[in-house]
């Protein structure tokens, strides 16, 4: 009998210690912490026209926060910040960059940006 409860006992320790290790896997694996990354996206004209020669910054870098699943499954190569040509004057033109300007998944929140103010030369 005492061999028996000794056997009951240790088999029983080895299976709680192999489920505890199981389900703390698991739990980091299917978990969805909220991570912060940084992205660099690309500056997009429209209403341009052929005589236009437009010289800026081609990127303006956003710190994003969201789900670890959600920013591995959101297509990042859509993101772009969208500026209006017809707003341009010849010569250089600052231009205020607007979180309406940046263009990025909903499920994907915005933490801040920069530059906030670009240059443009427009010739």
């Known amino acids: 009998m005492d061999r028996r409860l000794k056997k ?3 088999s029983n320790l080895s299976l709680k210690c192999i489920a ?11 978990s969805n912490p909220l991570v912060q990354c ?11 026209t052929d005589d236009i020669k437009i010289s800026s910054p081609e990127y303006l870098t956003v710190f994003l926060q969201t789900e670890r699943k959600t920013l591995y499954l959101a297509d990042l190569s859509k993101c772009a910040v969208h500026i ?10 600052e231009v205020f960059i607007t979180e309406q300007d940046i263009y990025l998944p909903e499920t994907i929140a915005m933490l801040h ?4 103010t670009i240059t443009i030369d427009v010739e």
């Open 38 to 48: 940084q992205l660099q996206i690309p500056l997009s004209f429209y209403h341009m």
């Open 20 to 30: 505890s290790l199981l389900g703390i896997f698991l739990w980091l694996t299917y």
């Open 84 to 93: 209006d040509a017809q707003q341009l004057k010849k010569g250089n033109n």
């Open 113 to 116: 940006y920069s530059p906030v």
């Open 8 to 10: 009951i006992t240790k």
